[in-house]
């Protein structure tokens, strides 16, 4: 229970000094205590000698006395390797902040105490973490750091974007930047609407003089979150039901990405020759019959209609292609 606590005190220091000014009930939904104990917490604390003080009212809360700052000495190992897991130094180097990362773990690893150092150093000498996929190269990003300045300084940008719909002149208010998968995004406001563009598509990008107001509500992770799975729903919106062989089905998990696997239903029971009845979502049938095709004889669509003769056309043509006597 005292370990629990002194972890729980740290965590609250913690709070105070990136925050400033936090409100009890604030600092006990981020500890997931009670109020009250947030309350004795403050009291242990102030008896400790920190100098943390109480502000009154309808706008109150605590802060810690301007200028107090709370040693590293503090993190646990655990903690002191998780610090050295967050950096990667390759996408740190494509915004332009490479130099900058490495300055600041060196300040890090001075700022330790010698055996939390020590994991620290074990840890990134072991740990390693390569974000593009397996066998693809890197995108050219070459307007990535300029869009990061941007986002920082909250300065305007104008590009043109390549789509599928054809390349447009944009006018956007940068709000945040994402990678994934090896594959760097801009969140950006339009109007009233924040969209996505992948930045490998941006030309003739020019950094604003003008700046504009970040808003309050925006949350860049909960605006991916949103984005991709609106995205997937669009490209997945129709069941498709196909027949799938033993091998087939352990295939097919890895084929289909992990949002049309996790709303495919399986049936319990194998048919005479060992194949079972998978339903799952599909987009077009275009881009289904891509995706299935990459089984071969392991599955046979069942429905829609229409897929299942895309289907057919498309081994037809390849037969045809091949023209091998069987």
Not at 1 to 24: D, E, F, K, P, Y
Not at 301 to 310: H, S
Request: net charge positive.
């Amino acid at each position: 229970m005292a370990a629990m606590r002194a972890s729980r005190l740290l965590n609250v220091l913690t709070i105070l000094q990136a925050r400033g000014h936090v409100t009890a009930t604030a600092l006990a939904e981020a500890c997931e205590v009670s109020v009250r104990t947030i309350y004795r917490d403050m009291d242990a604390l102030s008896v400790a000698g920190v100098p943390v003080y109480a502000d009154r009212g309808v706008e109150g809360g605590y802060r810690l006395l301007d200028g107090y700052q709370m040693r590293l000495n503090g993190l646990s190992p655990l903690e002191a390797d998780a610090l050295f897991l967050t950096g990667l130094p390759g996408p740190a180097a494509d915004l332009g902040l490479g130099a900058a990362m490495a300055t600041a773990e060196t300040k890090l690893l001075a700022a330790l105490p010698r055996d939390l150092r020590q994991s620290a150093e074990r840890v990134r000498a072991r740990f390693l973490f390569d974000s593009p996929p397996w066998f693809e190269r890197a995108e050219d990003v070459p307007h990535l750091a300029t869009i990061a300045k941007a986002v920082w300084q909250q300065n305007r940008l104008s590009f043109q974007y390549e789509s599928w719909k054809g390349r447009r002149k944009r006018l956007v208010d940068p709000l945040g930047i994402v990678l994934k998968a090896g594959a760097w995004y801009l969140a950006g406001r339009v109007d009233d609407s924040v969209r996505t563009y992948r930045i490998a598509r941006i030309s003739k990008l020019e950094a604003q003089a003008e700046t504009f107001t970040r808003p309050a509500e925006f949350d860049l992770t909960a605006h991916w979150r949103d984005a991709t799975e609106r995205l997937d729903a669009q490209m997945n919106h129709r069941p498709a039901t196909i027949r799938v062989s033993p091998l087939g089905l352990k295939v097919l998990p890895h084929t289909v990405n992990p949002y049309v696997w996790s709303r495919a239903e399986v049936a319990e029971n194998a048919d005479s020759e060992g194949w079972r009845t998978v339903t799952l979502p599909v987009g077009n049938d275009r881009q289904a019959r891509y995706d299935l095709l990459r089984l071969g004889a392991e599955i046979e669509v069942i429905e829609p209609l229409e897929l299942r003769k895309e289907m057919a056309q498309t081994v037809a043509r390849l037969f045809r292609l091949y023209n091998v006597s069987l």
